[in-house]
């Protein structure tokens, strides 16, 4: 990194191998290093800047060993402050002990050593830049006292430092403000969101130092950042002004004043608009029964044409806040309103929660429809054979079904991580209040199919990563299984589940610790039922990256796979059901790459070793007969991939395969084949590699594989067919290439419904051409296209 390398060589021209420099320091130079001590760039998902700050107290701490203090004098307070905040506000562990205390005792100078300068700041122990400017120079204010409470190990923890040492030094005036401003400035916008909280903590328990500062400096100051653009300023700006707002709070009601007393009238009611929209949201109900109402419930006519189209109109915003608002209105309407234009707002609303394009990252708006149908269905209530445009009623109850389902699928991703997890939340919440309602009053409306999916699609949302989401699904779940005012109709495999899940057992399981929860969620396994979607979850969560999840719920399905062993029949369901999860997510990586990792654990464990004594299909290298012929084919082709690291990552899998298993060469041939796996450059032109890989064929006894022939390449060989279709080509030629790709299948320009003994080109020579050359009518459709585009 260019920053960390220019800092590091500001300290080594201050300290030679002497230990001492003859030049003055400048302020230029001090400037750099204190601005660099706060440098932080997010790229991506990380930060690049902890090399920089680390360096920078580097250069702190060779000021202390190459300068006299009456050198340093004039820029005393500003390093003594920026090193404080860099030893309890940094975010990296080892820029704060870098700024702070090294492994000596505090105010005794570690002497230097051969070689010491050479050291990588962090890894050096002389780099507790604050110890030794206090040690050397004992110019910093209360030096002592900060060594002693911010030692090398109390900084260790970042929320020892934000909440506790902050405090202790804050109590000394030099660092108090300069401490303040820069959580304002540096800490409350910063990308990583525990830093921002922390910061509002510390915020909160700084407050009492300097209560008036705080009043009329940082709070208006805050005030105007939660209008900021960036979401991450605003976050942290809204937190800090709530932490300051309870904290003064606390102070003036110890001395029974008015928390007015430190804010003005102004700061409040800037304070009261930052839950403006929440506000709006929970006050229009209110509204429209006292205003919009007239005798026995009826409504005025005008309010009710203009209001809820213009809501309605709102929905197709291109901005995202804007449909979460005017969603959010329409599931706070009462029922007078709603009434006589519930098909119309159900059908605005079920197009917020659809996903297009153009609005895919709109998360947040499909959420907030979703909790909207929801509410809209507990104001109107339910009437099996109401009128759809007043009531829920069988008419208009599978819409909802419908749009509640399909968002269960939705698994969007951005920068922000996986937000299609807040749609699916809202979604289950919203299943949940719909299906309970009606178990209260129509429980006939309440379809088997539905039941049944519902269930199954909770069940699979219990079984994945997402702590969180998790134990919201299990939630879910459990309050339908054990509902009993009355039971909810037709859930599948009651008895068993009631069986699995007692009521008295779970009530005290904690469905976040992945510990507790996968083991009772793959006794799902057994019910044929939920086998398919547990185990779509189980592919996620197995094949995933966060090792405690990968480690309970890769046991838990062990312990399935070991109960099965024997139940011939059981396992051979098992394995169709995950044959069928495959098919099914063949071009869905999220699911495909999980589930082949799964498969990865499962085959490495022995879970499949029963069939390889019935000889059935398994689909590894491990089993005999045609399977591994077909498995070492498809490598080999691999071998001879256009793409060079596909071609490197075969190679090196088939050295550990044959490795692994060594009944797949014969001893003879063993030193040639891992010769050729590991001594070839499989980066290399692809003849080359072709042909070490044909060598590899012959010497395992495969098939070599063969390059397909295209179609057009037996136009461009027999010249008779060439000039017979190129007399009618002339004319495709005058069609652009944007119209014939357009064209589905081609059938609608050229006008045809072929068969056997009919050209597309209506060309005489199709009967040859199939009998001789092996073409279909289809293949002479594609040659005419690929020929008139260019191809």
Known sequence: MPGYGAVVLCAHPIIGKSGVHGTVCTPMVVTVILKALTYDE?????????????????????????????ELTPFVTAISRALVIAAIFDRNVNCRRAASVGLCPPGKPIPLG????????????????????????????????????????????????????????????????????HLVSMKINHWDGAIRELSAKALHNLTPQVPEYMASHVFPALLLMTLSSDLHTRHGAILSCAEITYALYKLVSQSNRPVTDYLDEKAVQSLKQIHQQEAAVSALAALCNEYYMKEAGETDVTIERELIPQYLAELQSPEEMTRCGFS???????????????????????????????????????????????????????KAEGPPDEVMCRENISEVYTALLDCMNDYTTDSRGDVGAWVREAAMTSLMDLILLLARTEP?????????????????QASEKIDRFRAHAAQVFLTLLHFDSPPIPHVPHRRELESLFPRSDVASVNWNA????????????????????????????????????????TQSLFEYMKRIQKDAQLLESFSGTLLKVF????????????????????????CFDIFTAEEKLCGMVQFNGDVRQKVLLQLFILLGHPFPVIRKATASQLYEMVLTYSDLVDAGMLDEVMSVLSDTAWDAELPVVRGQRNHLCDLLGVPRPQLATKVTSILRIHGACAVCCSERLSKVNRVSQSVLLSLPGCTSYWGLCFSEDTCPLRLPCLPGLLSHWGLSPLDCLCLAVEAAVGC
């Open 42 to 70: 997010k790229r991506g998902a990380c930060s690049v800047g902890a090399n920089v700050r680390d360096a920078a107290c580097y250069v702190c701490w060779a000021f202390a060993r190459a300068y006299e203090p009456q």
């Open 114 to 181: 051969k070689g010491d300068q050479k050291k990588e700041p962090s890894k050096a122990v002389t780099t507790a830049a604050f110890q030794e400017n206090v040690g050397r120079q004992g110019t910093f204010p209360h030096g002592i006292d900060i060594l002693t409470t911010a030692d090398y190990f109390a900084v260790g923890n970042i929320s020892n430092c934000f909440l506790v040492i902050s405090v202790f030094i804050a109590g000394f005036q030099e660092y108090t403000k300069p401490m303040i401003d």
């Open 328 to 382: 959010s209105a329409l599931g706070a309407l009462p029922g007078f309103l709603l009434r006589g234009h519930l098909q119309q707002v159900l059908t605005g609303l079920r197009t917020v929660t659809r996903t297009s394009p153009k609005d895919v990252s709109f998360a947040e708006a499909r959420r907030d429809g979703l909790k909207a149908i929801s509410r809209v269905c507990q104001t109107v209530g339910v």
């Open 444 to 460: 006939q409306l309440i379809e088997a199919h539905i039941c049944e999916r519902v269930m199954c699609c909770v069940a699979q």
């Open 514 to 553: 992945p510990s507790q929860a996968f083991p009772l969620i793959t006794q799902l396994l057994e019910l044929p039922t939920y086998r398919y979607h547990v185990l779509l979850g189980l592919a996620v969560s197995v094949g995933g990256l966060t090792a405690s999840t990968v480690r309970y719920s």
């Open 583 to 606: 098919e099914d997510n063949l071009l869905n990586d999220r699911v495909s790459v999980s589930l082949l990792k799964m498969l990865d654990q499962l085959l490495s464990n022995g």
